[in-house]
């Protein structure tokens, strides 16, 4: 018996209002399930629990990557309590309580643009296109802390190199879920929903820049942008976007969430750089999570040796 | 006065509550995975509560006419005072770590800080001269007139808030809504006495007194806090012409006649 009613629901309830709203819902989860286990998927943990039925999921057969870094790790608790996302609130504790509303499957991401192979993935095809690594990578937030995050995922140029771009292709425009009802602080206009990055067609290549679906050798929690989301770790922290449901090659340079909320302050490029300050604070330095005393920020956020060659020739102080 | 008393301490004792809930987050270990910004955020926002509820207390009492409001003043004040200083020193010491270079270029260099800056430095004259012997010393009205500094310090406090935030400016725009109506109630106040001053020219300034706020009550010179006493002459002499006027709701014919003449 796949599909069945939550224990929980009295008979008396059925015709609830709540209910009745909740019915979409409840659909949408339980022919998830349905169509997990008949994919050969087996998720333990409560069916009914949207969300949280597949955060936590060991992922397996997860290779070890020569491009993590051997620093002491973040814990989880901090990772996956200390949130920038906007689409749960602009508190950063406010996500990790808030994105349970946030359904993970089914889920489609759309491949789009300037491609030879168009393609809406099922989120679980797309998780299976590349083998998972776990990538440890420092995290530098525009606000000046950082982290170490052992995520799990594989290189964004394996999705490149299937979908074929054409000569056209420039740029690559990511695009989060907007669903006002799943994603409360969509209700409020703090940026211009839905949520926009880019990167350029090199840096999108570079092997550094992977999809992540993994935290910790799990599913990613949902506050952590599950189920698929960007990690670019010589950028800063916002160009890593989460909850990807769009990825459009693009001939012309995309404008992103941060840059239409305030171009002076947030570049499309936004490489880490000690050296160009944000015009409100220092990008010297920053507090490592869990350390007392700030350290200096290195220059890419000490991916230099993989990404430098990215810019060379650019003024870093105008391709901010 | 014994009940005053006792307000007075329970209201102390309230205004520690935002600290001693730092201490016990700091204690067991709760204030989530960036200690120092939680400090940090909660010791500004209460500096800036502080500093709005200060304002509020001679709007209210205007309002309520309850005037031993105006005995809480000082307290709340050098409450807010005493937030900034923490505050402060957090950015000194467990933010920059005493880095005075980092901290020089981060006051010059970065307008939010300056503001910020400003307007802790703002407050330092208000909280020394806050005792019984500087009103003395000062004299009432240039006591009062240093101390409309924090009208300065507190539109400061709001604007290194707007400027600190990256996009959602709800929470300072919250408070600048606040400060705003308790800085346009002191407008409004202003302007209507300038006001009803040209008017009431010809007229006694009991009519005036009466026009503002209604029919007085009758007070006794005990109710009168220490420092509307200290304070300026014009008020005292305003407090006591009410007093004199034994609290007569109907402006006597004489003075109804010079109205509408």
Known sequence: ?320 | MKFLTWIKVIIFLLCLIPLGHLGWGAFTNNLGANPIEVITRSTGKWTLMFLLITLSVSPLRKITRLQWLIKFRRMLGLFAFFYICLHFTTYIWLDQFFDIMAIGKDVIKRPFITVGFSSFVLLIPLALTSTRGMIKRLGGRRWQQLHRLIYLSAIGGVVHFLWLVKADLQRPLIYGAVLMLLLGFRIAVWARLTQVVKFFSKHRPTDLRRWLWGPARRRSPEHLSPHSRLLGRGQARAENSVVRDKGSSVPSRSTMSRIRS
């Open chain 1, 1 to 320: 018996m796949l599909i069945k009613k939550p224990s929980d629901i009295k008979g008396s309830e059925i015709t609830d209002k709540e209910t009745y709203l909740n019915r979409r819902r409840f659909l949408i989860e339980t022919s998830a399930a349905a169509a997990a286990v008949a994919t050969g998927f087996v998720f333990p943990g409560h069916l009914g629990d949207s969300g949280e039925a597949h955060a936590g999921t060991k992922l397996d057969g997860v290779r070890k990557s020569p491009l993590s870094t051997g620093e002491k790790k973040t814990p989880f608790k901090d990772i996956t309590n200390y949130n920038n996302f906007y689409e749960f609130g602009t508190d950063k504790y406010s996500p990790a309580k808030k994105s349970k509303s946030l359904i993970t499957r089914p889920w489609t991401v759309a491949v789009e643009g300037e491609i030879s192979r168009p393609k809406v993935y099922d989120v679980d095809e797309l998780i299976k296109l590349s083998p998972l690594e776990e990538r440890i990578y420092r995290l530098r937030c525009v606000e000046g802390w950082s982290m170490v995050i052992p995520w799990v995922g594989y290189p964004l140029n394996a999705l490149i190199k299937v979908v074929e771009p054409t000569s056209k292709a420039k740029y690559l425009e990511f695009v989060t879920l907007y669903d006002p009802k799943q994603m409360p602080g969509q209700r409020r206009g703090v940026l211009d929903w839905p949520y926009v990055e880019g990167l350029r067609m090199d840096e999108a290549m570079n092997p550094l820049a992977i999809l992540a679906v993994g935290l910790y050798g799990e599913v990613l929690p949902n506050q952590n942008g599950a189920p698929i989301r960007l990690v670019v770790p010589w950028k800063y922290g916002f160009k890593s976007i989460k909850s990807i449901v769009r990825i459009r090659f693009v001939e012309k340079q995309p404008k992103t969430a941060w840059e239409k909320a305030a171009p002076n302050e947030y570049g499309f490029y936004s490489n880490v750089n000690p050296e160009v300050d944000h015009p409100r604070w220092s990008q010297a330095r920053e507090r490592r999570i869990g350390e007392f005393f700030k350290r200096k920020t290195l220059m890419f956020n000490g991916y230099a040796d993989h990404v430098a060659h990215l810019y060379k020739g650019m003024d870093l102080k105008i391709h901010f």
